[in-house]
């Protein structure tokens, strides 16, 4: 009999008791191309039941790690074909306003692989950062490398501790999502100063560029 999923993970058991490998490959996979769908949270609960021998943890962790992937990839496609039209239109159903979008655009230029690997443990970028890899022109060989890598380990994070933790993993869970959130101000911050700093190079090339046509 499957072990009883503590706190947020509760309403997911019926679904993986029906459908089990089968449900967490489709969750993640919607989830990792902007669906709102519990992606990070069915890995916990799929953790969980594999370390009670409901499921084999290693497959667990394959399944989750290609759906990961080709949602990620999906997102890619969509961003690459569709570009600003997609994100202009659709992008407000996914928090993706036009000036998150700016500001994103800007960072994913200077950092690009680094966000992609880091942006698998951050939700809302979890979701997007396909979408916004692809209209922003990153080479997809790159993105595809750096989306795998962030895979792997949000993956191997979720699922061991969860697999280890048992029915404790709500207290685990919470206590790294509350020094996440320290790290996501950091990160934040970093973007705005980067943002910022992107505007008044800008403004100041602008600037010179005004100046020596009204020289010449």
């Known amino acids: 009999m499957p072990p009883p999923l503590p706190g947020p993970l509760a309403p997911l058991a019926p679904l993986l008791g029906h459908y089990g490998y089968w449900a967490v490959g489709a969750?993640?996979?919607?989830?990792d191309f902007g669906v709102p769908a519990p992606g990070e949270t069915i890995l916990l609960a799929a953790g969980v039941y594999a370390g009670a021998g409901e499921l084999n943890i290693v497959a667990v962790a394959a399944i989750a790690f290609a759906a990961a992937v080709l949602g990620d990839n999906v997102g890619y496609v969509i961003g690459r074909t569709g570009g600003r039209a997609f994100v202009e239109r659709w992008g407000k159903y996914i928090l993706l306003t036009p000036k998150r979008f700016e500001a994103a655009e800007a960072f994913f230029r200077r950092h690009g692989g680094k966000i992609v690997t880091v942006a698998r443990f951050v939700e809302g970028l979890r979701q997007a950062n396909g979408i916004i890899a692809g209209t922003t022109g990153m080479p997809w060989p790159r993105f595809l490398a750096f989306n795998a890598l962030g895979a792997a380990l949000w993956v191997g994070l979720?699922?061991?501790?969860?697999?280890l933790a048992g029915s404790h993993i709500t207290a685990v869970y919470d206590e790294i999502v509350r020094y996440q959130r320290y790290v996501l101000?950091?990160?934040g911050l970093l973007v705005a100063a980067l943002v910022v700093r992107h505007l008044v190079r800008r403004r100041r090339a602008r600037r010179n560029d005004d100046r020596n046509d009204a020289g010449q």
């Open 185 to 187: 101000i950091a990160v």
């Open 27 to 31: 969750v993640v996979f919607l989830e």
């Open 158 to 163: 979720w699922s061991s501790l969860a697999y």
